[in-house]
C-alpha cells in the first residue's frame, strides 16, 4: 500500500513544526506537518513520521492540562468534566475520519495512521483552544 498523496485527503493541517522528525534509527527525514508524512517514500517512513507528529501533540497537550489545571482553584472538577468528555470525542472523531481506510488494500495499518494523524490534529487544536481559556479573572474560571 503506497500513502504518497494522501496528504490531499487528510487534509490536516497541524500547528507543530517540526522541520525533521528522526526515527528510531536516528535518521533524519524531511516534514514540517503531520500530512507531509503521506508523502515519504515508503511506509514504514510514513508511520514513524505520523507516530513522532502524534506524540508531539499528545505531549503538547499533556503539558497544557497541566498548566491550566495547576491554575485553577475552584472549577477543576468542572474543567476534568469537559477535558474527559473531549477525549472521548477524540476518539469517536477520529474513529470515523478513519473509516476512509476502508478503501486500502491494508485497511488496518490505514485506518491505524489516519488515527494517528487525525489524534495529532485534534489534539493541536485543543492546545489552541487551552491557551485562549481565560484564567483567575472575575468572570473566568478559577
Partial sequence: ??????????????????????????????????????????????????????????????????????????????????QQKWLAFKDSECALRALRSRAFADPSTARELFTWACSARLDEQRVDELRSLPLLCDACLH
Fill in 1 to 82: 500500500m503506497k500513502f504518497v498523496g494522501l496528504s490531499a485527503l487528510l487534509s490536516v493541517s497541524l500547528g507543530v513544526q517540526a522541520g525533521y522528525f528522526s526515527d528510531d534509527g536516528g535518521i533524519k527525514h524531511a516534514a514540517d506537518h503531520v500530512d507531509d508524512c503521506f508523502n515519504l517514500n515508503d511506509n514504514g517512513e510514513v508511520a514513524r513520521c505520523v507516530d513522532y507528529f502524534r506524540q508531539q501533540a499528545g505531549s503538547a497537550l499533556e503539558s497544557e492540562v497541566k498548566r491550566v489545571r495547576d491554575k485553577l482553584k475552584k472549577d477543576t472538577e468542572q474543567f476534568d468534566d469537559a
